[in-house]
C-alpha cells in the first residue's frame, strides 16, 4: 500500500496534496501536542511545507497562545487538518491519511518512533525506540 497523494477532512471540504514523503513519522507525546490535539499521544507524520499543498477556502488557523504551534483546520466539519510545528513543518496526524487509504495506514508512513516518552501519559509496549525527548537524544530502556 502506497501513501495517498490525497487526503481529504472528513466533510471533503479540505482537499490535501501530498508530495514525496514525509520527514518524520512519529507519536508524540509531548505536552503541547496532548494540549493541542486534544489527544493522549499524537500519531502523526512531519512533513516539509512546500510538499503538503492545500485546495480549498474553507480553513483557519488557530495559532497556539503561547508556543511557536498553529492548528489549521476546516471551517465546514472542524477536523484538524495539520499542524505547523516550531521548525514550520506540516504535521498531519495520521488519522486523515489512514482515512484516505482505506482505513490502513500504509507502512511508508508507519510511525518509527515514540518522541518525547518522558512526558508520556500511558505505557506504551512496542519495538519502536522511545526517545526522551527529541531523536536523537537518550532513548528510554524497559526496566
Known amino acids: 500500500m502506497t501513501v495517498p497523494q490525497f ?35 499524537l500519531s502523526a507524520t512531519a512533513w516539509d511545507a512546500a510538499q503538503v499543498i492545500v485546495d480549498s477556502r474553507s480553513v483557519a488557523t488557530y495559532p497556539h497562545p503561547a508556543k ?18 516550531r521548525l514550520a513543518m506540516r504535521v498531519l496526524p495520521n488519522s486523515i491519511v489512514a482515512r484516505a487509504a482505506g482505513g490502513d495506514l500504509p507502512n511508508d508512513i508507519r510511525p518509527t518512533m515514540h518522541l518525547f516518552y518522558r512526558h508520556r501519559i500511558v505505557d ?7 526517545y526522551f525527548d527529541g531523536w536523537g537524544g537518550p532513548i528510554y530502556e524497559a526496566p
Do not use: W
Open 7 to 41: 487526503v481529504r477532512c472528513l466533510c471533503g471540504t479540505v482537499n490535501i496534496e501530498l508530495n514525496g514523503l514525509p520527514v518524520a513519522r512519529a507519536y508524540c507525546h509531548c505536552e503541547s501536542c496532548r494540549d493541542f490535539y486534544g489527544t493522549s499521544m
Open 124 to 130: 506504551i509496549v512496542d519495538e519502536l525506540p522511545k
Open 68 to 85: 511557536q504551534l498553529s492548528r489549521t483546520y476546516c471551517k465546514e466539519c472542524g477536523e484538524t487538518v495539520f499542524g505547523t510545528n
